[in-house]
């Protein structure tokens, strides 16, 4: 079924899908009004270029998005699909968006990709370049995509504007495209490759999120998948020769595993950023915990305990499957900005995208992330401060530079005991020399935090501030940190990319200052990079 083909059409399309309740398969008849999804030739009386839309972080033209999903590469192109409600600004009706770049940074909006059927949706999951023809759907020379999804039949409300289902159940299907992704079809109408695994490990049903990718060593495709809400941190191993007959290969159970599961194997680099000729894989969930371990095709072996990599709104990253570099870049559900409530026509957005490395640290093996390189093709004014001055004369000299979104780097000793205060647009990052620790909070929560200054505890819990305290970032006497600044988030590097902050913040438009305030330090470096929208001059990409 080309889901493209119904687009325009105004009638109802009968199902016949096959689903697997534990070993026995039920014949349903599921009805869906299709077309009514494809909302995308509806888009074009948007353009790019609204006062609150994020410059340089991805969002859609319209509605709502989510997760990141099927993140890959192909001959030149990178592929963005992402969870996202076709028909409003709220979370539901979850339908597979898509937008192509040739530098993840500079993206075009395409039709969306997978369309909810049945009385089910399209949840998250992963895609491929099917670079051996494994599936058997090869057209000429052009390698076909292989996206996997999470078939979401779920008797709760809210889901979305289709009759539910008398029962909650999830499988696993497939969707691929034989024209590099500008069509999809379902793959045997819609019907599982992976059943739904039966209610022992979880009673609800809720098994999602497939992470997919080809493992060279044992040349088979293997799929991770996280077992449910219900489960109590299951994740099962697949195996696979055609993509279509899968496999259980073994499963472990991680009670901090919730949704999302990613798995990737990358190189050990030293504490400076070089090779060390050894690589390991990394395990995670959509929170960002994680554990580094061995992976031989089948099973995984964590060799240290885990650890949280997740400070701040971020959520259900993704990796990049065939990046043509060697690079692992990796994109997250950047959450709770409320562009709503500025009258904004779209919701939500993502992070930017980052290189992810493991650096050896003692005895331990740590995530690092950092902003891809491609940022520099935003770079627009730029200004670097003399190097190795005091912080009065930093903040005298920043009293010119005046920005909306930039990219700034700073490294600094500090010097005495009162607390240095960086002032970015209204949000306020603080060193603290007594513990030697960073304090982040964002302008939002700056004044939300004066609204409820002398009330109850349960005042102060029930509007939500959120801050932030990193400990432990002097290193070698300096501190580093690099901010991306947008006009809804800010993203916090620190050292290097050893403890990394996002954050959803609306700066106001009015306040585009940097200060330095507070104590005494030496700025042995201070660089910023005004950054210009991504989005073609701010129009709508043709």
Not at 237 to 258: G, I, K, M, N
Not at 339 to 367: D, H, I, N, W, Y
Not at 403 to 422: M, R, T, W
Request: aromatic share 12%; glycine share 8%; proline share 5%.
């Amino acid at each position: 079924m080309i889901l493209s083909k119904w687009i325009g059409r105004s009638r109802f399309r009968e199902l016949a899908l096959l689903l697997l309740s534990g070993s026995a398969f039920a014949c349903a008849a599921l009805a869906a009004d299709e077309h009514q999804f494809q909302t995308f030739p509806g888009y074009t009386d948007v353009e790019y270029d609204q006062p609150y839309r994020p410059k340089f972080h991805f969002t859609s033209l319209k509605h709502w998005i989510n997760d990141p999903n099927g993140l890959l590469y192909y001959e030149g192109e990178y592929h963005l699909f992402f969870q996202h409600n076709p028909l409003g600004q709220g979370w539901g009706n979850m339908t597979w968006g898509h937008a192509v770049s040739t530098d993840m940074v500079h993206w075009k909006q395409l039709p969306h990709a997978i369309l909810p059927y049945g009385h089910g949706y399209p949840f998250s999951g992963s895609g491929v370049v099917d670079h051996n023809n494994s599936l058997g759907k090869q057209v000429s020379d052009t390698k076909t995509l292989v996206l996997m999804y999470s078939y979401a039949l779920d008797k709760r409300e809210h889901f979305g504007v289709l009759a539910r289902p008398t029962e909650t159940s999830y499988y696993q299907g497939i969707a691929y495209s034989t024209d590099k992704g500008r069509t999809f079809q379902l793959l045997n109408d819609g019907g599982p490759v992976i059943p739904n695994q039966g209610r022992e490990v979880d009673p609800l049903g809720t098994e999602r999120d497939p992470k997919l990718f080809w493992h060279e060593a044992t040349r088979k495709w293997v799929a991770v998948l996280w077992m449910g809400e219900t489960s109590k941190g299951h994740i099962r191993f697949f195996t696979s020769e055609d993509l279509q007959h899968w496999t259980v290969a073994s499963e472990l159970v991680r009670p901090w595993a919730h949704e999302c599961v990613n798995l990737v194997e990358l190189p050990i680099l030293n504490e400076a950023g070089k090779p060390l000729g050894r690589k390991k894989w990394l395990l995670h969930d959509g929170g960002f915990h994680y554990e580094v371990g061995s992976f031989d095709g089948k099973e995984f072996k964590s060799e240290q305990p885990m650890k949280s990599d997740k400070l701040g709104d971020w959520n259900a990253a993704q990796t990049f499957n065939n990046s043509p570099d060697g690079r692992t870049v990796i994109i997250g559900w950047l959450p709770r900005a409320a562009f709503f409530r500025r009258k904004m026509p779209f919701s939500e957005q993502l992070s930017f995208p980052a290189t992810l490395e493991l650096r050896q640290s003692g005895a331990r093996v740590e995530l690092y992330r950092w902003p891809i390189r491609e940022i520099e093709s935003l770079y627009a004014g730029a200004w670097a401060l003399p190097k190795n001055i005091g912080a009065g004369e930093s903040n005298t000299r920043l009293a010119d530079i005046r920005v909306e979104c930039a990219d700034l780097s700073v490294e600094f000793e500090p010097k005495g005991q009162k607390d240095i205060v960086f002032d970015l647009r209204g949000s306020l990052l603080t060193y603290s020399p007594a513990n030697k620790s960073l304090h982040f909070i964002s302008s939002e929560n700056v004044a939300k935090k004066k609204a409820v200054a002398g009330k109850s505890p349960q005042e102060l819990k029930k509007l939500r501030v959120d801050e932030y305290t990193i400990p432990n970032v002097l290193k070698n006497g300096v501190v580093k940190f690099r901010i991306l600044i947008d006009r809804g988030s800010m993203e916090l590097f620190i050292n290097e990319g050893e403890v990394v902050l996002t954050h959803s913040v609306i700066s106001e438009l009015d306040n585009k200052s940097i200060t330095i305030t507070g104590g005494d330090a030496v700025i042995k470096s201070l660089e910023v990079h005004e950054l210009k929208s991504s989005w073609n001059s701010e129009k709508r990409n043709k």
